[in-house]
């Protein structure tokens, strides 16, 4: 079933109830239900956009965007979430890779896709002209029925170093709300979720299955410590998905301590590695109320969790071990820890984690190649590797691919590297990463001047990035260096690299 048919039930069932509170002020579920069905409208009437067209969201955390989003749907329409972070030519690409017919863009992100010239899909700035007149076209009221259909376009970064279009439908989204009621909560319009994090991540998932059943959303336009401690006090029954950096940073802050915060119900967090010593300083500050997940944009959320009854117990028993996994396979879900053959290695041992479930993309958008990689034998391949005990329960040990995680956010080298290597000083260069205090890890460039050259300035580097890629991706700095290590075959070494850095720290540590 299309997922805005469950918006249009508790809309008829709770019309008055707070739906979405954001800086735009309150927004009831009849209100939120009367704009999705106009902006169906004007999509349908209007743009005239055939059923399963693709319309992109570069759009900031703001009360529009939840509007949108189902409107996309109520239409028959696939929505592509974008990271409003990149830079406005990544943006392009996308748009361009997923054959958007429409974009909805934040003030700022429209102007900037605007500027670029070429040829574009059709923009609509939030708020303007054009999206006052989307709310007052004629409603739709009627939602379509495939539960098949192509719901969410996820671009998720590859090793090549270009976006990835992970095709998620609406019953694998129905799935992860299923699932999150079963393994996490099951909520009601007492329930209230907090959206700090970016309603295109997949956090922004979410929302869904409070939206479906009712509890009231509140939209930040980012994270702020202050701002969440106060809702936790504010309101009751309080959930929010945070990555490890931003619950570092609550924990982190004198006031989490003198904070009342009987307000909160759920911390679920994930994304990226969480630090034991962190969680269990979480766990002390707040109490037991935390679920973690391992997931991502190909099966978003869901393949295991830590439940906060395990949380409980472990924190209890001092099981830093328990503490420190990635928890149980997820209801309705399995996974498994295998060889390059495709055959489970022996417990404890490493090796590639497969998972299945409903929750499962489709495949990749226009890449079939990318699809067989990663779907074959009837399992998604993640090239996460991990291990499993006994018990089932899932460690993870490191990623396959050589993928940074900074602040929750996923960086890919290669296309770091591919900007960098434009630059016509630099003959070679390879980006790794160097442990952060508080963004888990963050990006180092090393680089090989063109010979009998000056090696180009390090501002200068950072100009072309910033120029090209997302402000976030950027090297925080550069090592000038003769020659980068390689392989019998040529093959860059990263292990070697990332050792030197390792030595640097550990050198620096010690004066």
Not at 38 to 49: C, K, N, P, T, V
Not at 202 to 211: C, E, M
Not at 327 to 353: H, K, L, M, N, S
Request: hydrophobic share 40%; glycine share 10%.
């Amino acid at each position: 079933m299309n997922l805005s048919h469950s918006l249009s039930v508790v809309a008829r069932h709770l019309p008055g109830s707070p739906a979405i509170t954001s800086t735009d002020g309150i927004l009831s579920y009849g209100a939120f239900e009367d704009q999705v069905a106009r902006i169906a409208g004007a999509l349908q009437q209007h743009h005239r956009l055939p059923t399963a067209s693709r319309v992109a969201l570069v759009m900031d955390n703001c009360g529009a965007y939840l509007p949108a989003l189902f409107g996309i749907w109520r239409a028959g329409l696939a929505a592509v979430p974008v990271n409003s972070k990149l830079h406005a030519k990544e943006v392009a690409w996308i748009l361009d890779n997923a054959e958007a017919k429409l974009v909805l863009a934040s003030e700022a992100h429209a102007a900037a896709l605007t500027s670029l010239g070429g040829a574009q899909p059709p923009i609509i700035a939030v708020p303007s002209a054009g999206w006052r007149h989307m709310l007052a076209a004629e409603p739709v009221y009627a939602a379509p029925t495939d539960p098949e259909a192509e719901a969410w376009l996820f671009y998720t970064s590859g090793t090549t170093g270009r976006p990835k279009g992970a095709v998620l439908t609406h019953r694998n989204l129905l799935f992860c709300c299923h699932a999150y009621y079963a393994d996490i909560d099951f909520v009601d319009a007492r329930d209230c979720f907090v959206s700090a994090a970016p309603l295109s991540h997949g956090a922004g998932l979410y929302a869904l299955p409070h939206i479906l059943r009712g509890s009231h959303q509140i939209v930040l336009p980012g994270f702020d410590v202050a701002e969440v401690l106060a809702l936790f006090g504010s309101y009751s029954r309080v959930s929010m998905f945070a990555a490890p950096t931003m619950l570092s940073r609550l924990i982190a802050d004198g006031r989490a301590g003198a904070t009342d915060t009987r307000g909160l119900k759920t911390l679920i967090y994930g994304g990226a590695p969480m630090y034991v010593s962190d969680l269990t300083n979480a766990i002390a500050q707040f109490g037991p109320k935390f679920f973690q997940l391992y997931g991502q944009g190909e099966a978003p959320m869901t393949i295991s969790g830590l439940t906060k009854r395990m949380h409980a117990d472990y924190f209890e028993r001092r099981d830093y071990t328990r503490l420190g996994s990635a928890g149980i396979a997820r209801t309705g879900c399995a996974f498994r820890v295998v060889d390059p053959d495709g055959c489970d290695v022996p417990i404890g041992d490493i090796g590639e984690i497969i998972t299945k479930s409903d929750c499962v993309m489709r495949g990749y958008w226009n890449n079939s190649d990318a699809t067989r990689r990663s779907l074959h034998q009837g399992w998604l391949w993640t090239g996460d590797l991990g291990s499993v005990d006994a018990d089932g329960f899932l460690t993870l040990k490191d990623r396959s691919k050589d993928m940074i995680i900074s602040g929750g956010s996923n960086i890919y080298p290669r296309e770091i590297e591919e900007v960098l290597l434009t630059h016509p000083d630099v003959v070679e260069c390879a980006v790794v990463s160097r442990p952060h205090a508080d963004w888990g890890e963050e990006v180092v460039a090393y680089v090989v001047a063109k010979p009998g050259g000056a090696p180009p300035d390090a501002s200068v580097l950072d100009a072309l990035c910033l120029a090209n890629i997302a402000r976030f991706k950027r090297p925080k700095s550069y090592r000038f260096i003769g020659s980068l290590p390689k392989s019998n075959y040529g093959k860059i070494l990263k292990t070697e690299l990332r050792l030197m850095l390792q030595r640097e720290i550990e050198g620096n540590n010690s004066t």
